[in-house]
């Protein structure tokens, strides 16, 4: 007979009862606090918008600047890094039709580079783009999307179908977009929070003409999705300074951990936020040491900003944290290299990105209001405590990025919506002192910086490259061939459909006999190919024609026979090729004209939005710079092609 179960039995049971009805009543509480937040700012930002009235004229502005052109490219990429972030989910995908198991899961998360949380944006973006691709039954040539180390970028890009690397790029795109409208909105609130809504509202406006964000949101990346959650980890944090909750506070570290995981640089956040803390403990009566020793509460932080950065690489998650560590190392690594094509000091890049970014009345405007808001930080005063956040921030990021080889607009992004609070809270308190000045300074500013970003943002509907595949497209027959010499369809413009000649499949016939030379003589013996048409681009074929001390690249490419080659073929003679269509602006060197001195350049920068790139962002100015050659006669190989040369007897 079974023994009636002890007094000690019963009480044990009656503890594990209260401890999972203790846990049950937490995760209650908890989903509970989490919608009464989330209700909470929904309600915040629709009365936002219902008390203010030009702040939806605002937020429709900066979605018009946005989403202006930003089919651009399509069925191409804007840039390297672009393609990469839509293909890093297909990889996964790719995997798994292979095998639907954990292993295949791991292999395809661990197929190329780790990239953080932006490998989760895209995959729940790229889920309609899947539904359609299962509908229309080409699972399988979607999933070669995802397959890409065995193959050159050339055949990858062509053997994915159009429509599908043009809805998936667009797709990611647009939600840069509205992001990118966050985070006007989101510099409004801070604006509103630490001043009133007109501080708010000409913050929200400059955050709107910056080149910069609109440049960013014309391309699929982490940099928008970065600033977004770093803004709202930012506004949290004076958010927090007003009202101490924990809530708030916690919220912020969830934000700033999201923000880190999308891209590293953004690990500033939780910098940001122990300010906020010891200001607010400063705030606080009693002994300064007391109010700031509160274990428990910032480790609770900590750990909830590291569980955001630890879940935001999906390697991670699937158990191989030596991917994390190698993109983690690259990160550091790579940034004190030089990279690129221009070898200059780092306050040159920190400069030359801001003039871009900003424009030069804007970037005037954003040193002289800095200037203004130094000797108020001293005050205390919600004020001065959200501005001294904000340049605190910005100082930490311009440190760190001292100390890097190379700075692009987009590294510096992050900055500017705070750059843009400082302004616009100067601009009010000279408005307030000197109406008259301040209204007209004010006035200056916005169109100005207005005109300089919209005179960028309408050339995304007349870029070179667009123009050069729009060209071909018209006159390019199925039997037509184009050559190009570069690695990377990104880097020319030629329609999808065409069959092209590059110099990274090189397997061709002479007289018969298949051979696969060099790269220097596959180049010189084009009329073995005898393309219809030739594209020449800036960096992979005209910069042959530069002097060596151009720069790092033009240096890297000095080559007599490749020289004479390409002036050849501008030339027109021996080869039977002519000039046909030219697009873009002409490098300086092919007018026999020097590089200007630096203040020329900078100023330039500052008042031409579309300025050369340098390395990962997109291609501007002359380096969208293309020439198309058509052939207008018969190809003779044997008269200028090295391959022939030993037949010839020379």
Known sequence: MPQVPTRSFQQAKRRVRGRVRGVETRLSRFGRAVITDVRTGHQRVTTDLRTDPYLPWILLLAAVLAAFWVWHRLPNVATRDERWRVVDPVEAFAALTDGVSYGSLRDGVTYWRSYGATFYVAAVVLVPVLVVVLCAGQVEAFADMGRHRSTDFWSHWQRTPAWIWSTSVLALRLVNVALAVGCVYLVYRVGTTIRDRATGRLAALVVTCTWGLLVLAHEAGEDVPAVFA??????????????????????????????????????????????????????????????????????????????????????????????????????????????????????????????????????????????????????????????????????????????????????????????????????????????????????????????????????????????????????????????????????????????????????????????????????????????????????????????????????QLSDADLERYYRDLLAGEPYPYAVAERFGRQPRFLRGEGRPPTWRAMLRVGTRPRTMQYGDPQDMGVNQYTVILERTGECNPEATSPLRSDDDGN
Request: aromatic share 10%.
């Open 230 to 555: 770093s803004l709202l980890s930012f506004y949290l944090a004076v958010e927090y300074l007003e009202s101490g909750s924990t809530r708030t506070f916690y919220w912020g570290c969830l934000a700033g951990g999201t923000a880190s995981a999308l891209k590293l640089s953004a690990g500033v956040s939780a910098l940001v936020l122990g300010a906020a803390f010891l200001l607010r403990a400063r705030r606080r009566p009693g002994n300064w040491r007391e109010t700031v020793w509160r274990p428990r509460f910032l480790l609770v932080g900590v750990g909830i900003g590291l569980a955001a950065i630890l879940g935001g690489y999906p390697s991670l998650l699937v158990g191989d944290p030596a991917d994390v560590g190698g993109r983690l190392a690259r990160g550091v690594a790579n940034k004190g290299e030089p990279h690129g094509w221009r070898v200059e000091p780092s306050w040159w890049w920190i400069l030359r990105g801001y003039l871009h970014g900003l424009g030069l009345p804007l970037a005037a405007a954003a040193l002289a209001s800095v200037a203004a808001t130094l000797p108020t930080l001293r005050d205390r005063s919600r004020v001065a405590d959200g501005l001294g956040l904000a340049l605190f921030a910005t100082v930490v990021y311009l440190v760190a990025f001292s100390r890097w080889s190379y700075v692009r607009t987009h590294h510096l992004l992050v900055t500017v919506p705070l750059l843009a609070l400082v302004v616009a809270t100067a601009a009010n308190r000279l408005r307030e002192r000197r109406p008259r000045v301040g209204t007209v300074a004010v006035a200056l500013l916005l169109v100005t910086s207005g005109a300089y970003a919209a005179a960028g943002d309408l050339a995304y509907a007349a870029q070179p490259r667009d123009q050069t595949a729009a060209y071909l497209d018209e006159r390019v027959g199925p039997n037509t061939t184009v050559e190009t010499y570069v690695r990377d369809p990104q880097e020319v413009g030629i329609p999808h459909r065409v069959d092209v000649e590059h110099p990274y499949d090189r397997q061709m016939r002479v007289d018969g006999v298949p051979t696969k030379p060099r790269v220097h003589e596959w180049i010189l013996a084009v009329e073995e190919r005898c393309p219809g048409y030739i594209v020449l681009n800036y960096h992979r074929s005209l910069l042959y024609l530069a002097p060596d001390d151009w720069g790092e690249r033009a240096a």
